[in-house]
């Protein structure tokens, strides 16, 4: 099985950076395509940014490229996902996800304030 667990978030001031974190706690025999995906205040889940199993191949939504870089260490079971520039429309749980949905993490708050 599959246990997603997010870290990393907290408050933030706009322009400034974060780096968040999923571990894979769970027993797995390989690695799976993952995303992240985030819910901002009063609003839907928004896709943000994908990654293929083996890292070789990433997709960022529109709002988020050229900021938003993500990556994976396979050897640590870790999927990362590095904020930069953030703005206030950043604002958001952000949550880690296989590709098909299937196992989610229980999300981390990422809170961009002056």
């Known amino acids: 099985e599959i246990q997603l667990e997010e870290s990393g978030g907290g408050l933030v001031q706009p322009g400034g950076s974060l780096r968040l974190s999923c571990v894979n706690s769970?027993?797995?025999?390989?690695?799976?395509?993952m995303s992240w995906v985030r819910q901002a205040p009063g609003k839907g889940l928004e896709w943000v940014s994908f990654?293929?199993?083996?890292?070789?191949?990433?997709n960022n939504a529109d709002s988020v490229k050229g900021r938003f870089t993500v990556s994976r260490d396979n050897a640590k079971n870790t999927l990362y996902l590095e904020m930069n520039n953030l703005k206030f429309d950043d604002t958001a749980i952000y949550y880690c996800?296989?590709?098909?949905?299937?196992?989610w993490g229980q999300g981390t708050q990422v809170a961009v304030s002056s």
């Open positions: 996800a296989t590709d098909a949905y299937e196992y």
């Open positions: 769970g027993f797995t025999t390989s690695a799976q395509p």
């Open positions: 990654i293929s199993s083996s890292g070789d191949f990433t």
